[in-house]
């Protein structure tokens, strides 16, 4: 179990330095997160867009990380193809969305010509800094699959687990999350769940512990699985989140930022490497904690 970001990037310093590919960097939040990930001496930088703007960038803000790679790309697809082929070409090894439409950075990390489709579906999980859990939360999906089905919440859940395992868990646990613990026929998402936890009891979903469906306090709390008398073998203790609707995943982590003031990261899962893809919104430190994350991973 990891406790915080922390402890992640204590982790990731005892793991050879990767590269990380950067399509369209022009953004100083961005820029600013290189540089840290530079300081902290987790990660090298590669970047691709317009390298006027981006010296430019470097210049005002009096930033001194080195450029292993720079690719002049002056449009966000061209960028896009181009931070995606130092990952093919084993000249990177995490992704990273920049100043630009996700549909155009994941058009080129799902090309054909570049060979990093694994078979499954994109997902992606934001990692939350939980301080009253005492650990890291991982909820999915809550920004890619807009609605998945019962299948794509299978794969959704088990891009998941792989991750959470990549990270150092042995075996996970993951909650599949609805608003009550029962399964009642006119809540379609408590049947969904009731067949997820199915699955892998037949084995169709490995390498975590499943239940659900779990309305969220069962997932967080013993104390309240205690009060309600919740079977299965989460008491509390989750530490993957599946959510029933992209809008339930982005609002609760979301709530993590806007709420409770808490540190969050975001990565997307399912192609051969991590990409870090976090709002539009998000701070310094998280697009940070997103490459000390998806660094970690990478080192598996």
Same mark, same amino acid.
């Given at each position: 179990?990891?406790?915080?970001?922390?402890?992640?990037?204590?982790?990731?310093?005892?793991?050879?330095?990767?590269?990380?590919?950067?399509?369209?960097?022009?953004?100083?939040d961005?820029?600013? #997160?290189?540089?840290?990930?530079?300081?902290?001496g987790?990660a090298?930088?590669?970047?691709?867009g317009?390298k006027?703007?981006?010296?430019?960038?470097?210049?005002?803000?009096?930033?001194d990380?080195?450029?292993?790679?720079?690719v002049?790309?002056?449009?966000?697809?061209a960028?896009?193809?181009?931070?995606?082929?130092l990952?093919?070409?084993?000249?990177a090894q995490?992704?990273?969305?920049?100043?630009?439409?996700?549909?155009?950075?994941?058009?080129?990390?799902?090309?054909?010509?570049?060979?990093?489709?694994t078979?499954?579906?994109?997902?992606?999980?934001?990692?939350?800094?939980?301080?009253?859990?005492g650990?890291?939360?991982?909820?999915?999906?809550?920004a890619?699959?807009?609605?998945p089905?019962?299948?794509?919440?299978?794969?959704?859940?088990?891009n998941a687990?792989?991750?959470?395992?990549?990270?150092g868990?042995?075996?996970?646990?993951?909650?599949?999350?609805?608003a009550?613990?029962?399964?009642?026929d006119?809540?379609?998402?408590?049947?969904?769940?009731?067949k997820?936890?199915q699955?892998?009891?037949?084995?169709l979903?490995t390498?975590?512990?499943?239940?659900?469906?779990?309305?969220?306090?069962d997932?967080?709390s013993?104390?309240?699985?205690?009060?309600?008398?919740?079977?299965?073998?989460?008491?509390?203790?989750?530490?993957i989140?599946?959510?029933?609707?992209?809008?339930?995943?982005n609002?609760?982590?979301?709530?993590q930022?806007?709420?409770?003031?808490?540190?969050?990261?975001?990565i #997307?899962l399912?192609?051969?490497?991590?990409?870090?893809?976090?709002?539009?919104?998000?701070?310094?430190?998280?697009?940070?904690?997103?490459?000390?994350?998806?660094?970690?991973?990478?080192?598996v």
């Amino acid at each position: 179990m990891l406790k915080d970001f922390d402890e992640i990037i204590q982790r990731v310093k005892g793991s050879p330095k990767k590269t990380v590919s950067v399509a369209v960097p022009e953004s100083r939040d961005i820029m600013l #997160a290189l540089q840290r990930a530079h300081e902290e001496g987790i990660a090298e930088a590669a970047l691709a867009g317009d390298k006027d703007k981006i010296e430019q960038l470097r210049k005002e803000l009096k930033l001194d990380f080195p450029i292993k790679y720079l690719v002049d790309a002056k449009t966000e697809e061209a960028a896009a193809h181009a931070a995606v082929k130092l990952i093919a070409e084993g000249k990177a090894q995490v992704l990273m969305k920049g100043n630009l439409h996700t549909s155009a950075i994941l058009s080129a990390l799902l090309n054909k010509e570049f060979g990093l489709r694994t078979g499954r579906p994109i997902s992606h999980v934001f990692i939350l800094e939980a301080k009253p859990c005492g650990r890291l939360l991982y909820v999915s999906d809550s920004a890619v699959n807009i609605a998945p089905d019962l299948e794509r919440k299978k794969q959704i859940l088990q891009n998941a687990i792989d991750f959470v395992r990549a990270l150092g868990y042995e075996r996970p646990k993951a909650a599949i999350l609805a608003a009550v613990e029962d399964v009642k026929d006119k809540m379609p998402v408590t049947v969904e769940a009731d067949k997820l936890t199915q699955m892998a009891k037949e084995g169709l979903i490995t390498g975590a512990d499943v239940f659900g469906p779990l309305a969220l306090d069962d997932a967080l709390s013993p104390w309240v699985c205690a009060e309600k008398i919740i079977p299965g073998p989460i008491q509390g203790d989750a530490d993957i989140l599946l959510v029933p609707t992209i809008e339930a995943g982005n609002m609760l982590s979301k709530a993590q930022m806007f709420i409770a003031n808490g540190a969050l990261a975001g990565i #997307a899962l399912g192609a051969k490497v991590p990409m870090v893809l976090n709002s539009r919104a998000d701070t310094v430190s998280n697009r940070f904690y997103a490459i000390a994350v998806a660094c970690l991973a990478a080192s598996v």
